[in-house]
């Protein structure tokens, strides 16, 4: 591992992402703690560069100093715990992740099935919510659904619903996604600009996961009369203000569902549902990870903002090591 640093005595230096200020991030090396009662130490492997923690930094949303990085995954290096033995493959359900090493509750701990890879275990955080989400539609009375919005999220929701045999229409712009949608089973992926006036108030579900005004307003447009519109989006920018035309929900009476959760009880439950699935190969989310980031060029990635047509990006500390 190219940015663990040796100090002349030999003992080893954790190095960590902090982020300092609005824009800022630094990378910081620090001693090697003693193990905390009830914790094992993780060697991390991946960790999913989340939009939400970009964003965090890029609109200044602090308290700062702050660590950061919840979509974590690794190997035990250490533990006094019987059934979280060293060298167990994990998941963990922690917001400190962007690190080389880190110490992490044994609750928090969630042994991999062993067909889900190191990358899909680090995206099990991500599929977890998107589990949660769709758990809260009512999906056996519907006939069909639109996502409005296929980046990473999005598509993790559309296969979840693709799993479950209902057909899905994607709005999204960018063609690159579009066509990732249409791969994943999407039934038809549009632009917005593609979509037909015989659409409009016209569906029974919508779900929301673009985290845009523009986005939600549209996702509006297109839910009918006592249909839902589900919000998966993590709505962060312009400090998560956005208006909403009232009248439009109130008349259509619509049902709006936020499909975040908060319990870490059940995230966890999902997270494991989520390794399980990808091990068993009905969602892989790694497949969608188009950027492998190394943690010396992570700073530079949360400063200067992810490619457009970036789905996801891993902070990969395996160095090319197979797993
Ligand atoms: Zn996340």
Redesign the pocket.
């Known amino acids: 591992m190219t940015v663990t640093k040796s100090t002349p005595e030999g003992s080893q230096l954790i190095s960590h992402l902090t982020a300092v200020s609005r824009g800022h991030v630094r990378l910081d090396h620090a001693p090697r703690l003693p193990l905390a009662p009830g914790h094992v130490r993780v060697r991390v492997a991946y960790v ?1 560069i ?4 970009t964003a965090m930094v890029r609109e200044g949303q602090g308290p700062f100093p702050a660590r950061l990085g ?2 974590v995954s690794g190997i035990i290096s250490e533990s006094e715990d019987p059934k979280l033995p060293q060298g167990t493959r994990v998941a963990a359900y922690i917001s400190d992740g962007y690190a080389t090493e880190v110490q992490v509750p044994s609750e928090r701990i969630i042994p991999l099935h062993p067909g889900c890879s190191l990358a899909d275990a680090a995206l099990s ?2 599929l977890a ?1 998107a589990i949660g989400g769709v758990e809260m539609l009512d999906l056996a009375g519907t006939p069909h659904a639109v996502l409005v919005g296929a980046g990473f999220m999005g598509l993790l929701a559309l296969r979840l619903m693709v799993c479950r045999g209902l057909p899905v229409t994607v709005v999204e712009p960018r063609k690159r996604t579009r066509d990732l949608a249409i791969s994943w089973g999407a039934e038809a992926a549009l632009a917005p600009e593609e979509i037909p006036e015989s659409m409009l108030a016209d569906n029974p579900l919508v779900v929301e996961a673009t985290g845009s005004p523009g986005g939600l307003e549209l996702a509006t447009s297109l839910a009918g009369i006592a249909g839902t519109l589900g919000i998966l989006g993590y709505h962060q920018s312009g400090r998560g203000l956005r208006t909403v035309d009232m009248e439009a929900w109130n008349y259509r009476a619509l049902r709006v569902l936020s499909l975040h959760h908060r319990s870490t009880g059940d995230v966890m439950r999902w997270m494991d549902r989520a390794q399980r699935l990808s091990a068993n190969r009905v969602v892989v989310p790694s497949e969608l990870v188009d950027r492998h980031v190394p943690l010396s060029e992570l700073p530079e990635l949360f400063m200067n903002g992810e490619k457009r047509d970036t789905v996801k990006s891993l902070l990969d500390l395996t160095s090319g090591v197979p797993e």
């Not at 989340?50 to 923690?53: F, R, T």
């Open positions: 999913g989340c939009h939400s923690d919840h979509e955080e991500p919510c």
